[in-house]
């Protein structure tokens, strides 16, 4: 059984630029979720998708949007790139219909923004 | 908004001995879940356990267990018997808006580095 897988594992990107992350979720899950862990913190919750919807969206700006397909994949879309960007980004799956339910994170995409 | 506050950015433990990880959190809310996630070198985050609000009962997962104190909104870790391989990164979080489902976003804590001395 496969876990959430991420990719890539690492990119680096130049200010102003646009980038792509993309997550597979753990076979079952509906629901996505992406979060940013910059250096020495804890991570901080960008968005959550569950049928090809945006559900809930943590406090960044619209620069940061996501996409999910109906494999339940999800895509995070980062533009117009700030220094301040370069973080480790996180993926988790879960499934909607359990409350509770544990979100199952991937390694994660290290994006570093020169 | 929900905040979660880890106080201790490291702690250090020898081998075999128990160690308590300190969590607060602030919220209005009732009804909420609690977790602790631990993440090693590798990066990939791990949930170590979760707690409902609703239960009285503080959760226990072999060597790990909780005290949690609603009251005080304080949800400590306690890990006994510390093995090398529990040296991480812990993480504390919380997820809310329990009642009728729903998204469930989680807040982080900045976390607590373990560091285990053999």
């Known amino acids: 059984d496969a876990g959430v897988t991420q990719s890539p594992t690492h990119l680096i990107k130049t200010r102003g630029q646009q980038v792509t992350l993309r997550c597979s979720p753990k076979s079952g899950h509906d629901t996505v979720s992406w979060y940013q862990q910059a250096l020495g913190q804890g991570p901080q919750f960008i968005f959550q998708y569950y049928e090809e919807e945006e559900r809930q969206r943590g406090n960044f700006p619209d620069r940061f949007s996501g996409h999910q397909f109906p494999n339940y994949s999800s895509e995070l879309n980062v533009n117009a790139l700030l220094l301040g960007d370069s973080a480790l980004y996180l993926c988790?799956?879960?499934?909607?219909?359990?409350?509770?339910?544990?979100?199952?994170f991937g390694p994660g995409t290290r994006l570093t923004v020169l | 908004a929900q905040t979660v506050t880890q106080s201790q950015p490291e702690m250090s433990v020898q081998e075999a001995e128990t160690v308590t990880l300190s969590c607060t959190y602030d919220t209005s809310e009732s009804d909420y879940y609690l977790f602790w996630y631990k993440q090693p070198p590798s990066r990939q985050m791990i949930l170590v356990i979760r707690q409902e609000a609703y239960k009285q009962q503080n959760a226990t997962e072999n060597r790990f267990s909780v005290n949690f104190q609603k009251a005080a909104k304080s949800f400590s870790l306690k890990i006994s018997d510390s093995q090398l391989g529990d040296a991480a990164m812990y993480f504390c979080?919380?997820?809310?808006?329990?009642?009728?489902?729903?998204?469930?976003?989680?807040?982080f804590g900045k976390g607590t580095h373990l560091i285990i001395q053999p």
């Open positions: 988790a799956s879960s499934w909607w219909g359990l409350v509770g339910r544990e979100q199952f």
């Open positions: 979080a919380y997820r809310g808006g329990v009642s009728g489902g729903g998204a469930d976003g989680l807040t």
